[in-house]
């Protein structure tokens, strides 16, 4: 996030795009209810489902999977269109703002109604003059906007809307990325990503090699220089043959990963798959060595949220038999390879993070135990940064970047006539590991199930709580059917989280160019009713 | 903007912002008023009248509501205000059923505390009580006996202003006031998406928590602050345990950037950390199937198998899978274990998942 949770109240509007928040991220969807109902703040919902936010939003658009570009630039058109922007903010502050201006000319209120399937366009018109009135607005979105093959021009559509509206760099307004994972934000920031070392910094870039070189003490040797490979890369190296051994800690790429078949017949390929978990997951069962680690209350460290807050947690619990912290095993490995580390508790490691990650230079374990603060923290005597990009952006002006909407990789054809978008609920997260083996959570909702449209159910003779099939190019599955308000006809939506009807089977692995998200958000599929003798075993 | 206004409470001079309430004042002040409906997290009640303050002499005033206003001469207690305070106590007692050996809240009860303080004993006079609702079932997450409701409607507005989905709301009058959940009925079978609020706010047994893994007496049960495994707002929770380190309940931690909030999955989410299926011990792949073996065992084969595999086919040949559910330091020393001791920038975990 730009900006901070505490920043809500100061908000006057909101924009949600692609964030079921109030399921999402529970906590800030009711702080944006709260402005929204007692304080009479705007909000502007869109999003294919018409989720919780929906009910109460000043303007709703059901926009079809995969238009979010088409609906972003639709709002820029109309704020254009009635001069509606703000014009000293993006001279002074921005450029590359006449690039924009041609492209938004074809997203007239009636083309973007047509691509992203809304019935009236007058709502796009009321939508945007509600987002440029209310000052500051911000908007908040999550994976709705980024799991597209799209999902890079996504987010610079929103960062497009929040520089032409002067809505960056303000108290209350900002461009926010809600981080799906407790420590998702961390694993980024401390370099857990193939082409970029702690702090962001390129792997490509020889001085950055050059300086971590000298920090690790790595006398001679050199680090890598060429950018490894994603997840879904992995996936198909390994499927290739080419990547022959993988060590996962905490992850379960067999529940999480698009186009579970393959990851599966990757995965078996490895010569050495090494799993570092806290129970055996799906892809545990796979592997060659299990390492039993600690959960998150057996241990302490620091873990940092989406609003760049680093955040200390404590130990609470004993770990049950012989299972050790992820750092030590870590270093166990290491050793036996050759490298002479020889810490001894979390706190080393983190004073080391400080030296070579800019961002974290002012935090020292002692601050982030006692206080919560954000990064950018460059100095022990910084209060850190709430809001990012208040006097300028980081990289001087902010750039403006005409993008045009393409659509899906996949779309509706006759044999898959419905376009399945994946998600989470309020209940469960992620692959289940944790919500599922949580015995509350687990009663309250035990199985997978599809979201679906009363419309749509009844075309196919359906009834509620019936298991039915459900395709796509890529694989099956069965499952309980839920009739509901909130899909749009033609739309249906299955959680991820239950691997024994893993939406997973059916989603596509295509990626964005760029930063390689694979595309969960949208594919196509059918729906079929179970044939008797069928049954309903799966779930 | 803010104006600051000076006033006595028990013949100290205190300072503070105009604005703010008489107990505003008196807490930043380290003054202490005794309070049961007011809970910093919801609007002004003013609902029990316990926090009643003596004002420039004579003016018995709601601390709670009533704004501080410079000049105020402010007296926290006298004779009056504690007898006046022990009719209210003493007539929520009667009109309950405090039966505090089977309660939950027993030893961490405001209503309690305040008995405790003021010297209630049997109530004086017995009032007609009122068997009021009690549902322990119906929901998987809250328990309720209204027969320790003191009606402060913390509840009500944790629901309504906090978690924002209005489920309680008081129905009735006089001493017919009750609780109804959406528009009556179980509160199971409500709107309630589990948020615990108006439990953790309930100053009295009358709304708790379930189980999560077991009770223990709230005198024996240990706090330690840490922050929710799912979603990345980072709520901060408390977490209680036993005297055998069993994990009991959590509440929301009012510091966090939650402040004090949570949704489901942080308020009950936790007890897979001591599920019976976690593994114990290092496994180690022999004759295709997964057997026990000790870290010295796992870790050397582990290790050696990387390095042959390392030597054979190169060190891109080898990946690595860091997690967004692991601390910044083990995420740290991960990617530095890739690059340096593997040799490969073959590292990502789940940020795009
Ligand atoms: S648990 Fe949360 S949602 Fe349910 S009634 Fe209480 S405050 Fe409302
Ligand atoms: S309690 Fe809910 S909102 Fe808070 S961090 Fe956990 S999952 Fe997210
Ligand atoms: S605490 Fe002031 S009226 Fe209840």
């Known amino acids: ?99 924009l201006i041609p492209v938004l000319e074809k997203y007239t209120p009636e083309h973007v109604a047509g691509i992203c399937g809304l019935a009236n366009p007058d709502d796009i018109v009321k939508a945007a003059r509600i987002l440029a009135a209310a000052k500051p607005m ?84 050199s680090l890598p220089e060429k950018p490894g490979l994603t997840i879904i890369e992995m996936m198909n190296a390994a499927a290739r043959g080419d990547l022959k051994a993988m060590y996962v800690m905490g992850e379960n790429p067999v529940v999480s990963d698009p186009n579970t078949e393959h990851v599966i017949e990757a995965m078996e390929k490895l010569d050495l798959l090494i799993v570092q978990d806290i129970f055996l997951t799906e892809t545990a069962r796979l592997a060659h060595v299990v390492l039993p680690s600690c959960a998150f209350l057996e241990k302490e460290g620091t873990v940092t949220n989406t609003e760049r807050r680093v955040q200390f947690m404590n130990k609470v619990v004993t770990p049950p038999g012989d299972a050790r912290d992820d750092w030590w095993i870590t270093q166990q490995l290491a050793r036996r390879m050759g490298l002479q580390w020889n810490y001894t508790r979390a706190e080393e490691v983190f004073e080391e993070i400080r030296t070579v990650t800019p961002s974290y230079a002012g935090i020292t374990w002692k601050r982030a135990r006692e206080t919560k603060v954000q990064w950018p923290c460059p100095a022990v005597d910084h209060p850190g940064t709430p809001t990012l990009h208040k006097e300028k952006f980081a990289r001087g002006k902010g750039l403006f970047t005409a993008i045009e909407y ?77 009739i509901s308000p909130r899909p749009t006809p033609n739309v249906v939506f299955i959680p991820f989280h239950f691997f024994e009807a893993a939406a997973n089977r059916l989603t596509i692995d295509a990626l964005d160019p760029t930063c390689k998200i694979p595309e969960y958000k949208v594919c196509a599929c059918r729906v079929e009713k179970l044939v008797a003798g069928d049954g309903g075993a799966a779930c | 903007m803010n104006e600051s206004i000076r006033l006595t409470v028990d013949g100290r001079v205190v300072s503070g912002q105009k604005g703010q309430t008489i107990l505003e004042v008196a807490r930043n002040a380290g003054l202490d008023i005794p309070t049961l409906c007011h809970h910093p997290r919801i609007s002004r009640t003013g609902a029990c009248r316990i926090c009643l303050v003596r004002v420039n002499g004579t003016a018995l005033k709601t601390a709670c509501t009533e704004p501080a206003a410079d000049g105020m001469n402010v007296v926290s207690e006298d004779a009056e205000l504690a007898s006046v305070r022990r009719s209210i106590l003493e007539m929520l007692l009667a009109e309950g059923h405090h039966n505090c050996l089977f309660c ?61 989905l209005g489920v309680w709301d008081f129905t009735g009058r006089g001493d017919r006031t009750e609780l109804t959940a959406d528009c ?63 994990l ?106």
């Open chain 1, 1 to 99: 996030m730009t900006n901070s949770i505490g920043e809500i109240p100061s908000s006057e509007a909101f924009l949600v795009i692609g964030s079921n928040t109030t399921e999402n991220h529970p906590v800030i969807g009711s702080m944006i209810k709260h402005e929204v109902i007692h304080r009479g703040k705007k909000l502007v919902v869109a999003d294919p489902r018409r989720i919780e936010l929906a009910r109460i939003a000043d303007v709703y658009l059901p926009i079809r999977p995969g238009t979010n570009v088409a609906i972003l630039n639709g709002f820029m058109h109309v704020i254009l269109k009635e001069g509606l922007y703000d014009k000293a903010y993006i001279d002074e502050r921005c450029e590359g703002f006449e690039a």
């Open chain 1, 138 to 221: 911000a908007l908040y979105y999550s994976m709705g906007i980024t799991q597209f093959i799209s999902g890079v021009n996504g987010v610079k559509s929103t960062a497009n809307l929040q520089m032409m509206l002067g809505n960056v760099g303000k108290t209350g307004g900002g461009v926010n990325p809600l981080r799906g994972q407790n420590n998702v934000q961390g694993a980024c920031d401390m370099g857990a990503l193939s082409a970029l070392l702690p702090a962001y910094q390129p792997v490509i870039v020889p001085a950055n090699r050059e300086k971590f070189e000298k920090a690790w003490g790595m006398c001679g040797c």
């Open chain 1, 406 to 482: 393409t659509p899906p990789a996949e779309v509706v054809d006759r044999e898959y006539p419905l376009t399945l978008t994946t998600g989470r609920i309020l209940e469960h997260f992620h692959t289940g590991t944790m919500s599922r083996n949580s015995r509350i959570l687990d009663e309250l909702v035990p199985h997978g199930f599809i979201e679906m449209s009363r419309a749509d159910a009844a075309a196919l003779d359906l009834v509620d709580g019936e298991m039915v099939a459900v395709s796509s190019r890529r694989g099956s599955i069965r499952i309980r059917l839920r």
């Open chain 2, 104 to 164: 939950d809240a027993n030893g961490d009860c405001e209503f309690q505390d305040l008995c405790h303080r003021y010297g209630i004993e049997e109530p004086r006079q017995p009032l007609p009580g009122r068997r009021r609702t009690t549902d322990t079932t119906s929901s998987k997450g809250l328990r309720r006996n209204e027969d320790r409701c003191v009606l402060c409607g913390r509840c009500v507005k944790a629901c309504g202003e906090v978690q924002m």
């Open chain 2, 184 to 246: 009556g009925g179980p509160v199971g079978e409500s709107s309630c998406a589990l948020c615990g609020t108006c439990a953790q706010l309930c100053p009295t047994g009358a709304l708790t928590l379930q189980p999560v893994n077991g009770t223990a007496p709230t005198w024996e049960t240990r706090k330690q602050t840490s922050v929710c495994i799912y979603c990345g707002v980072g709520c901060q929770i408390d977490f209680h345990t036993d005297s055998k380190g069993r």
């Open chain 2, 248 to 353: 009991l309940y959590a509440n929301g931690n009012e510091n966090g950037p939650n402040n004090g909030h949570l949704c489901v999955k942080g308020r009950f989410g936790f007890d897979f950390v001591q599920h019976p299926e976690r593994i114990r011990t290092p496994l180690v792949r022999r004759d295709g199937k997964l057997v026990e073996a000790s870290w010295e065992e796992a870790l050397d084969y582990a290790a050696a198998r990387l390095s042959e595999i390392k030597a054979a086919n190169g060190p891109d040949s080898i990946a690595g899978l860091a997690s967004a559910k692991v601390t910044n330091e083990e995420n740290y020393l991960f990617q530095k274990f890739m690059r340096t001791g593997v040799g490969t920038n073959n590292v990502d975990h789940c940020a795009r998942l």
